[in-house]
């Protein structure tokens, strides 16, 4: 997206917000990552207070993330609402340990409960979200049900949600984004911010996504976070595998969890490659891991995208 003209970009996105929501109002789902951040600032030029911007507690956020945003957002007066939803969706991932199933019961609790609740609530009839090119080529491709693809999966949102779906960043990809996200004026903290993808922590658990596991892989995402900030990789996560291994803890065999950190270099994660971390860190990491219950393996993943994708589900 070198060549386009961001601020052009902006000013265009903001006139289209306001002509297709009129006199009306819209609702937008705030994750705090660099898409859903710079559609919230959009949304907020074009609509004012016209615009509710929610932040929903799926159970499957990182450490501290629900807090952070509420916060960052309020000192750039922009008010976020958190919605409590995390019941809603350990409820629908129960039982289930099949990928792509995993991911509808994402979607469908998002937009056909969950969206379709607080537009009834707030009497809005637009959802603004942030789906980026990538996000539309790869479901289109059929490698993955990204779980904010509605149209080009051939859902019509308004017949089967009741509201309509604007989708502002639908022609850019990541480094686009973040270039738009830095003429918002939008701080480091946030355009800089690493990937992290809309069904949040489920992509990093195969297998079963219950509160015990989320749990693990929370604690170890704050762990490799804390790590690999300072370097400058595209995206650095743990995960957690559904097999297990024998291990020994305090002289008893125990058949521990194993989880995986995955460490990529990469522009717009169309392709990656895997970072060369140094064994220091490694190190690091995989001591303050194997503190965790239950733990006692970790791995380094060597492999680039293609073959594999860079989330686990
Ligand atoms: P994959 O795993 O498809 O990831 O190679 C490519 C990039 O997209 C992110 N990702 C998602 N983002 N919704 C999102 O908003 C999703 O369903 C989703 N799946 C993957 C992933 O973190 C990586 O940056």
């Given at each position: 997206?070198?060549?386009?003209?961001?601020?052009?970009?902006?000013?265009?996105?903001?006139?289209?917000?306001?002509?297709?929501?009129?006199?009306?109002?819209?609702?937008?789902?705030?994750?705090?990552?660099?898409?859903?951040?710079?559609?919230?600032?959009?949304?907020?030029?074009?609509?004012?207070?016209?615009?509710?911007?929610?932040?929903?507690?799926?159970?499957?956020?990182?450490?501290?993330?629900?807090?952070?945003?509420?916060?960052?957002?309020?000192?750039?007066?922009?008010?976020?609402?958190?919605?409590?939803?995390?019941?809603?969706?350990?409820?629908?991932?129960?039982?289930?340990?099949?990928?792509?199933?995993?991911?509808?019961?994402?979607?469908?609790?998002?937009?056909?409960?969950?969206?379709?609740?607080?537009?009834?609530?707030?009497?809005?009839?637009?959802?603004?979200?942030?789906?980026?090119?990538?996000?539309?080529?790869?479901?289109?491709?059929?490698?993955?049900?990204?779980?904010?693809?509605?149209?080009?999966?051939?859902?019509?949102?308004?017949?089967?949600?009741?509201?309509?779906?604007?989708?502002?960043?639908?022609?850019?990809?990541?480094?686009?984004?973040?270039?738009?996200?830095?003429?918002?004026?939008?701080?480091?903290?946030?355009?800089?911010?690493?990937?992290?993808?809309?069904?949040?922590?489920?992509?990093?658990?195969?297998?079963?996504?219950?509160?015990?596991?989320?749990?693990?892989?929370?604690?170890?995402?704050?762990?490799?976070?804390?790590?690999?900030?300072?370097?400058?990789?595209?995206?650095?996560?743990?995960?957690?595998?559904?097999?297990?291994?024998t291990g020994i803890r305090e002289g008893r065999r125990e058949f521990g969890?194993?989880?995986?950190?995955?460490?990529?270099?990469?522009?717009?994660?169309?392709?990656?490659?895997?970072?060369?971390?140094?064994?220091?860190?490694?190190?690091?990491?995989?001591?303050?891991?194997?503190?965790?219950?239950?733990?006692n393996?970790?791995?380094?993943?060597?492999?680039?995208?293609?073959?594999?994708?860079?989330?686990?589900?």
């Open positions: 997206m070198g060549s386009i003209d961001h601020d052009r970009f902006i000013e265009e996105q903001v006139q289209e917000i306001v002509r297709a929501v009129g006199a009306g109002k819209a609702i937008n789902a705030l994750s705090g990552g660099v898409d859903s951040s710079v559609v919230t600032v959009l949304g907020h030029r074009a609509l004012k207070d016209r615009l509710v911007t929610y932040f929903i507690d799926n159970a499957l956020m990182r450490e501290g993330e629900p807090e952070r945003v509420v916060k960052d957002f309020g000192k750039m007066g922009i008010p976020v609402e958190r919605v409590d939803a995390r019941k809603e969706f350990l409820e629908a991932l129960r039982g289930l340990t099949d990928p792509e199933e995993k991911r509808q019961a994402i979607t469908d609790t998002f937009y056909a409960k969950v969206f379709s609740r607080l537009v009834a609530e707030s009497g809005a009839r637009f959802l603004l979200h942030g789906t980026i090119l990538t996000d539309i080529e790869e479901t289109v491709a059929g490698i993955k049900r990204q779980h904010n693809i509605l149209a080009q999966v051939g859902i019509d949102p308004e017949k089967e949600y009741g509201y309509q779906v604007l989708e502002p960043l639908k022609t850019l990809r990541k480094d686009g984004v973040r270039e738009v996200a830095r003429r918002l004026g939008l701080p480091p903290t946030i355009t800089e911010r690493i990937p992290f993808p809309g069904p949040a922590l489920a992509t990093r658990i195969v297998g079963e996504v219950t509160e015990e596991r989320l749990q693990t892989v929370r604690r170890a995402t704050t762990i490799v976070e804390d790590a690999l900030q300072g370097t400058a990789a595209f995206q650095y996560f743990a995960v957690l595998l559904q097999d297990r291994a969890q194993i989880i995986v950190i995955r460490c990529i270099e990469s522009t717009d994660a169309r392709i990656a490659a895997m970072t060369e971390l140094p064994w220091a860190i490694l190190h690091g990491m995989t001591e303050e891991i194997l503190k965790i219950p239950g733990v393996r970790v791995l380094y993943d060597l492999t680039p995208k293609p073959p594999a994708t860079v989330e686990y589900i």
